[in-house]
């Protein structure tokens, strides 16, 4: 089989068609037209300069926790905290960011997301360090450090940090500390926050592809015992894969935190974006580019979604539809892999 | 009363002035439509008040919080009248009608943030302390085994109220009937999943509880089916809404917040042109709280306990039995001197 350059967009792509394909059929059959719906959904999420500041305002943090999970995954370590590491990260870059209102921004808006990264990136670690000395599971233990994680921040936002009646939230972070807007549509604004997760997606390229640590971290993940024979100090390496993933999930946070109003941890922040980075990483194949582009989908259905619901009546439910088809065809490739075989044959004995 | 009120006058209204043309969404919170709680008894309440106007109703299902922005703006562009749902959406909807001031806006189980000055949105409150005050007091009648729970979602104020109440109620059963309760509280910290209630409410049960009080949104479905898992002796209490159906005989009774009226109100105010903007508060003796007619169990319940509840109802509209609404009230609750039928 000859997987050429193009292979790794083409199962994507033809994920994506067919989940559409399979989505209409579901539209026809609670009676309503599937081309008018997707027309609402692509102008709802990309129709005007409102609608596109949405749908890149809830790509910014799946592009992060995308990133998060993918690193792992490339690493061969499975980090399905993300969803924690973001908490913590939002939790700690906003205490960073609320507490230093005197800094000018230049100053306290990279240090807020610094802070926030390490918080991410100890939280990650502590389960690194489990798997490195003791052997546990990562799974295991990083979705238990989600819960600790998600309590502690709804304890800070509900006690220590709450401010005012109503809604537990925290105060507001300083204005140094916000995210220059690049614009702004009435009550929704968008920020610099997706500049800085593109340019993340880039770094995380360069180290994986071209740099002796990704090297290493890559050789880790294809085959442990033998990177260890050639001399790579496998513990280190996977508490230093946790920490980077974690920082990357924990940056999600903070980003998210700092680039949107109201910019103060309210509720529960992450939402599931966290886990929503699996669904990211797994779609975009690990790839950084390939994350940026699944970030941009999920978050386009989504935008889209609440546009169909208004103007076709077509229930939100339908994205879930589609999401799980994507993810179903791309994690089970050997479907969509046997389609474009199949395809290949054909034009041979044509 | 109040309602009563408002169909007639909308009545006459209607008459005159013909081809209302207002249009009604409403923007859930991430709990969606189904909750079987506040998401589907405000909508009840848009939808009772849209059929009666003959006007156009529609809900926006919110996914995600970044959802709350996008989506009440968007509302707001194509409808007249927007509901917020849910204390979550709080900035959100200060954000968001500061920039539509000819748009009607109503936040339900929200507070206007200090020092707001607009007048395009009128918020409603519920004192869930009185009608939980009364679940709290049939619990303790009802237990056989003197320990009964409660199942929080997360510890926000409304949420806090029902427990504030609830505690107030057992002790006042306590104190008149020297009977000792004692409850297990827990926290799902969550309003969407199910199963974080179940669970929580199965282990209670465990424990050796055998009423389960629920204020937890979607995850008290779980509480529910719980008390029906255990079957017989076991009871949940609903809340919010008349839950009792949901599993008939397994629910004791539901600690009901009206927020059909709530919502109903806000759309005929409108529709009526006496709206009125800022912070609604409804209690017992507005008839927005209050326990529910427990069409399955009222059988099972002693006609004396019946009969004080319905005095305590009366005490508390009359205002001499008054309900704490917060932790320190609830420290410093005395029992005060009453009287019972």
């Given at each position: 089989m000859n997987r050429g350059k193009w292979y790794a967009f083409l199962v994507p792509t033809i994920s994506v068609l067919i989940a559409f394909l399979v989505g209409s059929v579901i539209i026809l059959l609670i009676g309503k037209n599937p081309l008018t719906a997707y027309v609402v959904m692509f102008q709802g999420a990309f129709?005007?300069?409102?609608?596109?500041?949405?749908?890149?305002?809830?790509?910014?943090?799946?592009?992060?926790?995308?990133?998060?999970?993918?690193?792992?995954?490339?690493?061969?370590v499975f980090n399905?905290?993300?969803?924690?590491?973001?908490?913590?990260?939002?939790l700690v870059g906003a205490i960073v960011a609320m507490s230093f209102g005197a800094l000018p921004p230049v100053i306290l808006i990279p240090l807020s997301i610094i802070s926030g990264m390490l918080a991410g990136a100890f939280w990650a670690s502590i389960a690194g360090f489990l798997k490195a000395f003791t052997g546990a599971h990562e799974v295991i233990s990083t979705i238990m450090l989600n819960w600790i994680a998600i309590n502690v921040t709804t304890f800070m936002v509900a006690g220590p940090l709450a401010v005012g009646t109503?809604?537990?939230?925290?105060?507001e972070v300083a204005e140094a500390a916000k995210l220059p807007i690049i614009f702004k549509v009435q009550a929704i604004e968008l920020s610099i926050g997706i500049v800085i997760a593109v340019i993340a997606a880039i770094v995380m390229y360069v180290l994986i592809e071209k740099s002796t640590m990704g090297y290493e971290l890559r050789g880790v993940g294809f085959n442990p015992y033998a990177s260890e024979y050639g001399g790579i100090n496998i513990k280190k390496n996977i508490i230093m894969i946790m920490a980077i993933s974690g920082s990357l999930a924990g940056m999600a946070g903070i980003v998210d935190l700092l680039g949107v109003p109201p910019q103060r941890f309210l509720g529960e922040l992450t939402g599931g974006?966290?886990?929503?980075?699996?669904?990211?990483?797994?779609?975009?194949?690990?790839?950084?580019?390939?994350?940026?582009?699944a970030a941009l989908l999920i978050s386009a259905l989504r935008t889209g979604s609440n546009a169909m619901q208004i103007r076709a009546q077509i229930p939100n439910d339908i994205v879930h539809i589609l999401q799980g088809i994507v993810i179903f065809l791309v994690a089970a490739e050997r479907i969509v892999a046997a389609l474009i075989e199949w395809k290949k044959r054909e034009k041979v004995t044509a | 009363m109040r309602i009563k009120l408002f169909l007639v006058i909308a009545l006459v209204v209607l008459f005159s002035v013909s081809g209302l043309a207002l249009r009604v969404m409403m923007v859930t919170d991430m709990g969606g439509l189904g909750d079987k709680s506040f998401n589907d008894g405000t909508w009840e309440g848009i939808v009772r008040a849209a059929d009666f106007l003959g006007i156009d109703a529609e809900v926006i299902v919110s996914y995600e919080m970044a959802d709350y922005i996008p989506n009440l703006s968007s509302a707001a562009r194509e409808a007249d009248i927007v509901f917020a749902v849910g204390f979550?959406?709080?900035?959100?909807?200060?954000?968001?009608?500061?920039?539509?001031?000819?748009?009607?806006f109503v936040g339900i189980d929200i507070v206007p943030p200090e020092g707001w000055e607009g007048d395009n949105v009128a918020t409603y409150i519920f004192e869930e302390q009185e009608g939980a005050f009364l679940v709290g007091y049939l619990a303790?009648?009802?237990?056989?085994?003197?320990?009964?729970?409660?199942?929080?979602?997360?510890?926000?104020?409304?949420?806090?109220?029902?427990?504030y109440g609830y505690e107030a109620g057992i002790r006042v059963y306590e104190d008149l009937h020297g009977k000792t309760v004692?409850?297990?509280?827990?926290?799902?910290?969550?309003?969407?999943?199910?199963?974080?209630?179940?669970?929580?409410?199965?282990?209670?049960?465990?424990?050796?509880?055998?009423?389960?009080?629920?204020?937890?949104?979607?995850?008290?479905?779980?509480v529910i089916e719980a008390a029906a898992e255990r079957g017989e002796g076991f009871?949940?209490?609903?809340?919010?809404?008349?839950?009792?159906?949901?599993?008939?005989?397994?629910?004791?009774?539901?600690?009901?917040?009206?927020?059909?009226?709530?919502s109903y109100t806000a759309v005929l105010s409108v529709a009526l042109g006496t709206f009125e903007p800022g912070l609604h508060v409804l209690g017992i003796k507005d008839e927005g709280v209050g326990m529910s007619e427990m069409e399955y169990t009222r059988h099972l319940v002693p006609a004396e306990v019946l009969r004080e509840l319905d005095f305590l109802t009366e005490e508390m509209k009359a205002g001499t039995l008054v309900i704490p609404r917060t932790q320190d009230e609830l420290d410093a609750f005395e029992v005060p001197e009453i009287a019972l039928p």
């Open positions: 129709g005007g300069s409102e609608q596109l500041a949405d749908t890149i305002v809830k790509m910014t943090p799946l592009v992060l926790t995308g990133l998060a999970v993918g690193f792992g995954f490339r690493a061969g399905i905290g993300a969803e924690g590491q973001m908490a913590m990260g939002a109503g809604t537990p939230k925290s105060p974006r966290g886990f929503d980075g699996i669904t990211i990483a797994l779609i975009g194949r690990n790839n950084p580019i390939g994350i940026i582009f | 979550l959406m709080e900035d959100a909807l200060f954000r968001v009608s500061a920039q539509f001031p000819d748009t009607y303790a009648a009802m237990t056989e085994v003197g320990l009964i729970g409660f199942v929080g979602g997360i510890p926000i104020p409304p949420v806090e109220r029902f427990r004692d409850i297990l509280r827990g926290y799902t910290m969550d309003f969407v999943d199910p199963k974080k209630g179940k669970d929580l409410a199965l282990a209670q049960f465990a424990e050796g509880a055998d009423i389960v009080f629920h204020a937890a949104g979607a995850c008290g479905i779980g009871f949940a209490i609903g809340v919010d809404v008349d839950q009792d159906y949901m599993s008939p005989g397994n629910v004791l009774t539901s600690s009901i917040k009206r927020i059909d009226v709530a």
